[in-house]
């Protein structure tokens, strides 16, 4: 059936009843307008008869129907819809009329006027004449005793006017109709719209959008319906998830997820079936499986699904074919939608591609078969290997137990090795101190006779004695050198020192040797070189000392110069090369590696000429690099040759100076003490268990002008300290019943205890190591000297604690 529209159906229903009652309207006001029009030309016509009834009563007495006659006449040609009029006498014999010639005869039977108490009544006949309908209206004259007078009106004249009416009223009415269907569409809109936005709103939710909102404002019952539907709505839309919701999650998950009916058609296809499987899923709603290829994808499940309906579930592994030919591997799982009353109703698949995972898995296979051959080998060459390791093995074992005792072996040697090093040292230590004390004894002795008056020949033998006993002290303290650099017991100390002092003293000391050679001794120091400096300076002297002593040693003629320049500071280390040049007898090339080595010399017969014991160069090479600095030589054989000494100072932050007002290098802001020593005499206590090198010292120290008290050990001192002051005490360190060391603690324990002031304590030591050193710093000696010592060292030692005595 064809839909008609509420509003169509509405205004051509208004319409059709606004024809109708305009219809009615108009018969019934023409009907009317009839009847009035007619009653007044009875009227009309009945005045006009009655109104000829009188004025024909004296003719007809006086029957003078010529005057009748004129009497018709004029009113015939007064009235215009006056069709006839005739006048009849009492035997009904016509007496006037207005026919002209014939009278109609048949118009006599026109019916009797009206009388008595009727006679306002208008008694009217209806005629039929040639030209319409006539009103005949009759008039009796004197009541009808002397005649009738008849009038006849023709109908024309209500049929005119009522035209007239009928036409203006069919205009209105016309105007009324159109007005009337205006209204009426009108009101059908307003009627009709908020119908049909309702009607829009239940279909919307129907389709299951249940976000839409009906907007009717209308204060009416419709109003009130939007209002109900929307709240209905609101109610719906908690409870229930909205289609656009529901297509929302369709369309957004990664499965593709296809739904038909029962008899296969695709009711419902997501975003990811359609790319899945490259269709359009619009396009595809409405179509029925059976259209597809018997291997394409809703066919192919839907076929999947048949097989399993008695199940209602189903979760398969397949091949599904694509709009665009090409077949995908998938994991489908099928299930059948239910009612509320367990009707089945639709057919839900979801399809997932699992080419990826296939395409892993035959990776994974491909991998496995590899591994299996692979474990295979592997096994193979395992138990190859574990044949051919059990054979090395029992080798190895062998061999293991071949290097351990190896490895015993080896350690003891080692051990010996070390024990012997050890020894070795130990030997030289002990060997050095059983050698000084005599040689101490021999020295002293021969400065002492020195002095004596002797022949020439004496002083000749004395001379060698004392060279012999200077180069056996040498030796000695090379050996001692040596010792401590390779049991790894050489300390370099780090203290400030001036340098160009230190050159100029090193010079100095070797002045006289040049000298007496005619030889010229030169030192060349850089305007820029730093003065006072951080490092070991009685190290950097005993390299410079050697390295000169040797260039005016193997120099016959010329000269011998000390350079000292400095080089690119890094940070606070300044390198300082010092060059010791000399126009000497030179080295051959092939001795030049040789030299730094132990007991090297260049030509044996040098040792002959020029003495020396070849260890100089060894402990000097040692020396600079325990220092961090490097050692370097180049000589011509009859030319000459240059030792390069680098060695890094650094400069120290501030230069300081001392309690005692000495600064680093050990000057003493003051005279020597002989000048001073003129009133008091200064009082020594000489502790020294050999009877020998007390005697000696005596002897030394017997022109000075000074009181010497003796003690044969610690003991003997500690007890002559508490009795007696003294000015300085010169302490051994070996000896026996009491040793140095306790001898001075006691005496610095005893000071402190009666508040007596400090004794300078210096100690007299046949080591000269740098922890004995400290060892007898500990114990509380101010200095040492080292025995044997030299007459020089020991005036130097009582001008520095005796001058202010
Ligand atoms: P020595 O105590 O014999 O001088 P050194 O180790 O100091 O021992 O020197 C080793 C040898 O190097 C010397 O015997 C000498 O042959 C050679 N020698 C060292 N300095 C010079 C030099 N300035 N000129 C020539 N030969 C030198």
Known sequence: MTFIRLRTKCIIGFTILNLLIGMALFFLIRFEVHHRLEQEIHKRGATI??????????????????????????????????????????????????????????????????????????????????????????????????????????????????????????????????????????????ITRPIAILAAGVKQVGMGELDYVTKINTHDEIGELAGSFNSMLENLRQTTVSRQYMDKIINTMNDALIVFSQEGVVYNVNRAFGELFGYVPEEMIGCRVVDFPKQEAPRCLYAAFENAFQSGYLSHEGTCLCASGKFIPVLFSLAMMHDEQGKPQEIIGVVNDISGIKKAQEELEKKRAELENLNRTLEEMVSLRTAELAVTNEGLRAEVINSKLIAAELKIARDAAEAASVAKSEFLTNMSHEMRTPLNSIIVGVEFLGEADLGRDQSRCLEMIGQAGKNMLVLINDLIDLARIESGRLEIVAEEFNLPEMLDKTVELLSRSARIKGLELLLDTASDLPVIVVGDRIRLQQVLVNLVSNAVKFTLQGRVEISARPGPRVDNTIPITFVVLDTGIGIDEEKLQTIFETFTQADSSITRRFGGSGLGLTISRRLVEAMSGNMQVESTPGVGSSFYVTVPLSEPAAISINRDGQNANGCRNGQDFAKNIDTVLPVVLLVDDSRENRE?????????????????????????????????????????????????????????????????????????????????????????????????ALFDCLTKYLNGA
Do not use: W
């Open 49 to 190: 008869a009655r109104h000829l009834a009188e004025s024909s009563v004296t003719p007809i007495l006086t029957e003078n129907t010529i005057s009748l006659q004129l009497l018709v006449n004029n009113y015939v040609k007064t009235e215009d819809d006056l069709r006839y009029i005739y006048i009849l006498n009492a035997r009904n014999e016509v007496l006037a009329h207005s026919f002209g010639t014939a009278f109609p005869k048949d118009l006599l039977k026109a019916d009797e006027p009206a009388s008595g108490a009727n006679k306002d009544r208008v008694k009217v006949t209806k005629l039929r004449s040639e030209e319409g309908l006539l009103y005949d209206m009759p008039a009796g004259i004197q009541q009808g005793q002397l005649g009738q007078v008849h009038v006849g009106i023709s109908e024309a004249a209500v049929t005119k006017t009522l035209d007239g009416v009928l036409t203006h009223l069919l205009f209105y009415m016309a105007g009324i109709i159109c007005f009337g269907t205006i209204m009426a569409v009108v009101f059908a809109t307003a």
């Open 696 to 792: 000696l010292l005596r002897l030394l120290l017997l022109k000075k002008q000074l009181l010497i008290d003796e003690a044969g050990n610690g003991h003997e001192a500690v007890e002559m300290f508490r009795e007696n002051e003294y000015d300085l005490v010169l302490m051994d360190i070996q000896m026996p019943i009491m040793d140095g060391y306790t001898a001075t603690r006691q005496i610095r324990q005893m000071e402190e205890l009666a508040g007596r002031a400090k004794t300078p304590i210096v100690a007299l030591t046949a080591h000269a190591y740098e922890n004995d050193v400290q060892a007898c710093k500990e114990a509380g000696c101010d200095d040492h000297i080292s025995k044997p010592f030299k007459k020089a």
